[in-house]
């Protein structure tokens, strides 16, 4: 059985948090409650086990603990399409990561798809696309792109 | 030995305070070692001899050789570990230890911070769309104000139409009351005389409507002039009973008028004005009101006019005497037709002359409107017949006016009175006869066709023809009037001109160029 570290990273409150529990226990909460630290949780895509950790998002307090993504094989970049700074945080979040474990395959989640006051264009994405990122459209409220994201990101790994 | 155990106690608290618990694996991730209170946070079957990747959700993907501190692992029990991974030699030790007070610390802290900040965020998306919603409703105001503008020229425009036809209107039937009145000195004509006055009255009731809808327009650009010149007070009420007579006759209500002087009272006021007030005022009075009477007071005191006009209708509201001065509003439920326009104008004019408008009422209980102006007294002299008073002073006129109505009655009413008038319908035209002929006086028009009467003005004066022009204009602007007088006319007329005004004028001019 093939077995993959996969690490969820973003600004806080975009949505990791959710996405994670929608795919792993089909499950949403409108309730915001803040992770601290992480929560690692387990899920099949296929035959694929993957080990999926939920880090506490960068923050105003703290950036991401770059420790956490030791022997990570891929990376879901969420960030939420209702704020655009954090679309644009990606950029810099990435940065952390490539530095401590390479440049490993990443899937991009604009998250919140749900919502209305959607605020993304074209300029705002362009650099998910010039890293050659699947970008997928979210909602973890109506699961909308949910497995086909963490499908995608497993395909990517290979 | 003794050394040892102390070391050994202290081990036991800190570990025990700690919730400290461990493993070992070897170098192929095979645990060698394990403290038995790994199961307090969940960690079930980390026991010698299995494979830590296996047993243990965190230890996936990392290696025996590299130190790494993870902080705030939730383990499976729920409660937050710390994790530090030591390497040493060939082997790694792996150290969990609680820190639950740390996050639930943490957790406070930091769920205040980011919703604060989301808080802040929504703030300044909110504070965006206020933004682009003021700007919006800034572009809805202009637009509003610009249809207010049209609206108000289109009525001035409007208004200035319906002038034009009404003044000829009246100066015509002028003449024929006149004709009628010489013909039947023996009072075979007396009816048609009567018929001929109704039409008369009529006509300067539409009239001072219409001069309402021109003020409207003026309401906000304090355009609306007030000149005071000698009037009888007296014949000015009568006059106005005489107007409004038959509207309340019309409605079977007593019409009362009682003034506090008699004929001749000779003040100084804009008659033209007061007489614009007083329709609009007893209009409406006998408008509303269905049964009873409708009543006017005047009397002088110290140089005061105070007037009042009283009825009986059916009284305003408190609520609606708020609303009542401004332009276009009527009780929804009157059902009385008008521009509902004239209190907003008269209490306008009321305050040019310096008086204020005052108005009370009370549902069911009729209405009263009163105000005061100056009205200073002159001697009164027995007036005599105006046209008698003129003196007659020969003289050759050009007349330039487009509107042939106009044009006629002008040059009928001069010829009467003996004086030689030629008529041209353009600017160009009046031009040219000023260039090759001798007048004495000129009355011109501005607005016509070809060249305009400013344009005339104009080439007159790089000509250096001086003969005196009076510019007749529909135009009481008085941003109008100054560009006429700066372009040197003699004198500015409003429309329409009463005859014996421009006579005055004329005997005046010729005596200055004498
Ligand atoms: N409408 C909507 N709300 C979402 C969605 N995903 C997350 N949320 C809400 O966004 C807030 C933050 O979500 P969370 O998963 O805790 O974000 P994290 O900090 O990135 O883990 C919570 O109140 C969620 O209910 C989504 O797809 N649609
Ligand atoms: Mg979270």
């Known amino acids: ?158 | 030995m003794v050394e040892t155990s102390l070391q050994q106690h202290i081990n036991q608290q800190l570990f025990e305070k700690l919730e400290l618990a461990y493993f070992c694996v070897d170098q192929s991730m095979q645990i060698i070692d394990a403290s038995e209170n790994l199961e307090n946070y969940g960690y079930t079957g980390v026991v010698v001899g299995a494979n830590a990747d296996d047993c243990v959700d965190f230890m996936f993907g990392l290696d025996a050789y590299t130190e790494l501190d993870l902080p705030m692992v939730e383990s499976p029990s729920g409660k937050k570990v710390s994790v530090s991974l030591l390497p040493r030699d060939s082997f790694l030790t792996v150290l969990i230890s609680s820190a639950s007070a740390e996050a639930d610390q943490r957790q406070l802290l930091q769920q205040k911070a980011n919703e604060n900040e989301l808080l802040v965020e929504q703030q300044i998306k909110l504070m965006k769309q206020l933004e682009n919603a003021s700007e919006m409703l800034e572009q809805k105001n202009v637009q509003l104000e610009e249809a207010s503008r049209l609206q108000t020229s289109f009525l001035s425009g409007v208004s200035h139409e319906f002038r034009t036809p009404l003044t000829s209107i009246i100066g015509y039937t002028n003449l024929v009351k006149q004709a009628l009145q010489s013909a039947g000195d023996d009072g075979s004509e007396s009816d048609k005389v009567q018929h001929i006055g109704a039409v008369q009255r009529s006509s300067k009731h539409l009239l001072s409507l219409v001069e309402n809808l021109l003020d409207h327009g003026k309401l906000d650009s304090d355009e609306i002039i007030v000149r005071p010149k000698e009037t009888d007070l007296a014949e000015l009420f009568n006059d106005v009973e005489l107007l409004l007579k038959p509207l309340s006759d019309g409605k079977h209500i007593d019409f009362i008028v009682e003034l506090g002087f008699e004929q001749p009272m000779i003040v100084v006021t804009d008659d033209s004005r007061l007489r614009q007030c007083l329709i609009n005022l007893l209009g409406n009075a006998i408008k509303f009101t269905d049964s009873g009477s409708v009543r006017l007071t005047a009397k002088l005191s110290d140089d005061f006019l105070k007037v009042g006009v009283f009825d009986t209708g059916p009284g305003i509201s408190q609520e609606n005497l708020a609303k009542i001065k401004l332009p276009f509003w009527q009780a929804a439920d009157t059902g009385k037709a008008g521009t509902g326009l004239g209190l907003t104008i008269t209490e306008r004019i009321v305050e040019l002359m310096g008086g204020e408008l005052e108005i009370s009422s009370e549902l069911g209980c009729g209405t009263q409107v009163s105000f005061e102006i100056p009205a200073p007294q002159l001697d009164a002299e027995p007036k005599p017949v105006e046209s008698q008073m003129l003196p007659f002073k020969q003289a050759k006129i050009l007349l330039a006016e487009d509107d042939y109505d106009i044009a006629d009655l002008i040059v009928m009413m001069l010829s009467e009175r003996g004086y030689e008038v030629s008529h041209v319908d353009n600017g160009e035209l009046a031009l040219n006869a000023l260039e090759n002929q001798e007048f004495d006086f000129v009355l011109m028009d501005i607005h016509m066709p070809i060249m305009t009467g400013y344009d005339v003005l104009r080439e007159l004066q790089v000509k250096g023809i001086k003969t005196p022009v009076a510019i007749m204009s529909a135009s009481a602007v008085e941003s109008d009037r100054a560009k006429a007088e700066q372009l040197g006319c003699f004198d500015y007329l409003i429309k329409p001109v009463e005859i014996d005004d421009v006579i005055r004028i004329m005997n005046l001019a010729i005596d200055q160029r004498a």
Request: charged fraction near 25%; charge should be negative.
């Open chain 1, 1 to 158: 059985m093939l077995k993959k570290k996969i690490c969820m990273v973003g600004d806080f409150s975009v949505g990791k948090t959710s996405l994670t529990q929608k795919f792993v226990n089909n499950v949403f909460s409108e309730k915001y409650l803040t992770t601290i630290g992480v929560k690692i949780d387990t899920a099949f895509v296929n035959d694929t086990k993957l080990i999926v950790w939920d880090v506490a998002g960068r923050d105003s307090l703290s950036p991401i603990n770059a420790s956490y993504l030791v022997g990570a094989s891929g990376i879901v970049l969420v960030c939420d399409g209702t704020r655009q700074s954090t679309v644009l945080d990606i950029k810099d979040i990435w940065q952390v990561v490539k530095k401590r474990i390479g440049e490993v395959p990443a899937v991009v989640a604009l998250n919140k798809s749900d919502l209305e006051d959607w605020h993304i264009d074209a300029q705002q994405t362009a650099y998910f696309e010039e890293q050659g990122w699947q970008t997928f459209e979210t909602s973890a409220k109506d699961g909308q792109n949910v497995k086909a994201l963490f499908e995608a990101l497993v395909s990517e790994i290979g």
